[in-house]
């Protein structure tokens, strides 16, 4: 099973930040958040990953808190074409990490 | 160029009979997955493999064996095929300490 919680769906509007919280409560020392995005049809594209803190690329953010039992991914300015469902990863070693939830369908409405 | 490729992208086959999925990784990573998405678009690893060697061996039939002729090849056979083995099959590969995997795009199964 998945170590990881996330909301099953989300809507939003294009132009907006959109947040997306995932939980994983049971996290290791040595595990490393990661978030993935699939369109329907496609294999899962990797997004970002991080140990602690903030992490930010040139598509998102990642927020994670000190006792790191849950992060954030953060999307600016959505649009039409970041409709996708995503997933949070945990992942350190071992087969329980490498085991996708359910993820979060994000549907961006114009 | 197609980082992580995967072939067929679609197979079609009967109960019972034997097939091969093959995939190939052109970024020079050590480490090889295959992952398994059924109808509830449940992501599941199968295995894993770095440097040739397997690593992970998830709990799946034996009639799945995994086989990895050199780092950049890691193909999957599967034998006597059920209709619950329909499902996208991923492959995807990653490289040293790094968590980012790359998917290749998947090859859409379907036992009649």
């Known amino acids: 099973l998945a170590k990881t919680t996330q909301p099953i769906s989300m809507d939003s509007y294009e132009g907006q930040e959109v947040n997306i919280t995932c939980s994983h409560n049971n996290i290791a020392t040595n595990d490393y958040i990661t978030w993935y995005q699939q369109f329907p049809s496609q294999g899962p594209r990797f997004i970002i990953q991080g140990y602690k803190t903030k992490v930010t690329n040139e598509v998102a953010s990642l927020f994670i808190p000190a006792d790191r039992k849950s992060s954030t991914l953060s999307l600016p300015r959505v649009s039409l074409s970041d409709t996708a469902v995503y997933y949070c990863?945990?992942?350190?070693?071992?087969?329980?990490?490498?085991?996708f939830g359910k993820g979060t369908h994000l549907i961006i409405q114009p | 160029d197609t980082a992580v490729s995967q072939t067929p992208k679609y197979l079609v086959t009967q109960m019972g009979n034997d097939k091969s999925i093959k995939c190939e990784q052109n970024?020079?990573?050590?480490?090889m997955y295959w992952y398994k998405q059924d109808s509830k678009k449940f992501l599941k690893i199968m295995f894993s493999y770095n440097n040739k060697e397997l690593i992970i061996n998830e709990t799946v039939p034996n009639r799945f064996s995994p086989k990895s002729p050199d780092k950049a090849h890691l193909n999957l056979h599967i034998n006597s095929l059920e209709l619950g083995d329909s499902a996208v099959y991923f492959c995807?590969?990653?490289?040293?300490?790094?968590?980012?995997?790359?998917f290749g795009p998947g090859t859409r199964l379907t036992v009649t």
């Open positions: 995807a590969s990653r490289a040293g300490v790094s968590w980012e995997q790359y």
């Open positions: 970024l020079g990573h050590d480490t």
């Open positions: 990863l945990v992942a350190g070693g071992g087969a329980d990490g490498l085991t």
